[in-house]
Every structure is written in structure tokens, then in C-alpha cells.
């Protein structure tokens, strides 16, 4: 398969990688919100794989009772959900996310978003909408370029050094904007602000006219397990404005989760490791997304 069919960030096959099962996921991440049909052609060309081997893979998939077909089109259907509710239910951390983040939106009037780490990636857990600033939709299962958002840098300043190399190794950083940081020096200076500040405000680097600012969030434990920001229109709300009054009220909020996290394992209402939290969060988006995990 060829590697763009896998996930950015991912770690080459071991001697104990069953390909199949590769490719049997790949015919599923094929569909999404985009592409909730394709025929036998598209799948096979979304996923590298030949026609032949594409629908003896749907041909099982539909056996299965996880895809559908009807006039040579396929289809996902209900029972793909399966793969990933029983995980999801088991962390229930982030209703406590969402709430705080719909008090922010409801003072700010503007958007908000809750993001984990995902390879070379963010993927949105969370949002919460209100006017559209941005030229590509955003919502849950959306991916963008960790290095170019607010919510990634203030991930990856998380990172230890290790796991801040590994991602520099695997990332191709593209010049989305004319303010764009692409390389390696420049996005380390940038992080190494963002660790020693608390926040990330980034301005114009993903897209012209999107200006946004992100906090961490931590689990009972202390460790980062995701970000939340707040993204507005640059030539409506200047960077004094979102650091000024937008901002503390983003880490008043960041404060607020963090600690009913803590309570809730204080109260062993729940205690959640910051891997197990980000698994559970990007299973829950790309089923958002239409593409399980």
C-alpha cells in the first residue's frame, strides 16, 4: 500500500504487522463525511489497492455487516460504530471539556475547539461554532498540520525531546501562509516560548485572516492531554484584544477542567491516563468524521 494511505506520523510495520488487517481499515477510512458512497473504482484508488483485492476486501466488509452496497455503490453502515463505543464510553472526560468550552463561546462569541495529537497531526475532539472564519470547514475529525495550529504547538511543547525529534523527523512543513514557520529552528523557538509562557497565540500561519490563541489541558496526573482555544477573524478582533481579554478567560476555564479532572479521581469517580484520554478522544472524532479509528 502506498504510504499515503497511512496515516502521517505512524511507525513502519514490524515482523508482526498482519497487512491485511492494514488494508481492511484503509477500505473503511476511505469513507467520511466527503465520501459516504464510493464505487469499487474509488475505493481502490483512495486506497492503493488493486480493483481485485478492493472487492474481495468490501465483498467481506459487507459480509461482516459493516458496509452496504446498493446500485455498485458502497456505503458504511451502523455497525461500524461498534469498533470503537465500548472504548469511548469508558472516558468520560470530556463532557467536562465541552461544558466550559460552551461558557467561553457564550461569553466570547466566538469559536472555540478541543484538539489531541495524532501523528504529524491535530484532530479535532471538540468544537463549538459560531460564525465561520476559516475557508476549510472545521469540525469534529477535522485534521490540520500540528505545526501550523495553536492547539498543536501547544502539544508538541508537551513533547519531551525525544518525541520532539521523532515528530521533526516525520513532518513536512509547507508554506501555508506567507507567515508560515517551515523549519525546524523556528518552530523550536516558538515552542520553547510556548512551554515557558503557558499558551500559544498564533497569527495568520494556517490560513490568512484566522488569528487563535490555546491553552493546555491536563489530566489528573498532570500530564497534557489535549488543547482548547479560542480562533477568531484577524481584521475583527487584533492580537491585543484576544490576548487581553479572550485569553484569560480560556485559562480560567483550562484551570476550571483540570481541576474536576482532578476531583473526579480524587473521588474515584474515574482516573484516566493521558494516552488512554487521547485514544479514546481520536477514536470518538474520526467516528465523527465517518472514519473509525
Known amino acids: 500500500m502506498p504510504a499515503a494511505a497511512r496515516r502521517s506520523g505512524e511507525t513502519p510495520p514490524s515482523k508482526e504487522f498482519i497487512r491485511s488487517v492494514e488494508r481492511a481499515f484503509s477500505i473503511v477510512r476511505a469513507f467520511g463525511r466527503e465520501s459516504p458512497s464510493l ?50 464510553s469508558s472516558v468520560p ?9 460552551e461558557a467561553v463561546v457564550q461569553q466570547v462569541q466566538e469559536s472555540s475547539s478541543a484538539s489531541v495529537l495524532d501523528g504529524t497531526d491535530v484532530i479535532y475532539i471538540l468544537r463549538v ?20 495550529t495553536s492547539m498543536g504547538r501547544v502539544l508538541l511543547a508537551a513533547l519531551g525531546p525525544e518525541q520532539l525529534d521523532d515528530y521533526l523527523r516525520q513532518v513536512k512543513m509547507e508554506q501555508l501562509t506567507p507567515l508560515t514557520v517551515t523549519n525546524h529552528r523556528g518552530l523550536r523557538l516558538a515552542l520553547e516560548q510556548v512551554r515557558a509562557q503557558g499558551w500559544c497565540l498564533l497569527d495568520q500561519e494556517l490560513e490568512v485572516g484566522v488569528r487563535s490563541v490555546a491553552v493546555p489541558l491536563h489530566d489528573a496526573a ?25 485569553l484569560p478567560l480560556l485559562r480560567k476555564a483550562a484551570d476550571a477542567i483540570d481541576e474536576e479532572i482532578g476531583a473526579r479521581r480524587s473521588t474515584n469517580q474515574g482516573s484516566v491516563t493521558s494516552a488512554a484520554t487521547t485514544r479514546s478522544a481520536i477514536a470518538k472524532a474520526e467516528l465523527a468524521a465517518g472514519t473509525p479509528a
Not at 93 to 101: K, L, N, P, Q, Y
Not at 129 to 148: D, F, H, N
Not at 222 to 232: D, K, P
Open 39 to 88: 464505487t469499487l473504482s474509488q475505493v481502490a484508488q483512495r486506497t492503493g489497492l488493486t480493483r481485485a483485492s478492493a472487492r474481495r476486501f468490501l465483498m467481506t466488509l459487507e459480509s461482516l455487516g459493516y458496509i452496504g452496497s446498493e446500485d455498485r455503490q458502497f456505503f458504511l453502515r451502523p455497525r461500524i460504530l461498534d469498533l470503537g463505543f465500548a472504548y469511548l
Open 93 to 101: 472526560v470530556f463532557d467536562i471539556v465541552e461544558t466550559h468550552m
Open 129 to 148: 461554532p459560531t460564525k465561520r472564519i476559516m475557508s476549510v470547514q472545521i469540525e469534529v475529525g477535522t485534521r490540520l498540520p500540528a505545526y501550523a
Open 222 to 246: 498532570g500530564h497534557v492531554f489535549a488543547a482548547m482555544n479560542i480562533s477568531t477573524n484577524a481584521t475583527r478582533v487584533p492580537a491585543e484584544r484576544l490576548l487581553g481579554e479572550y
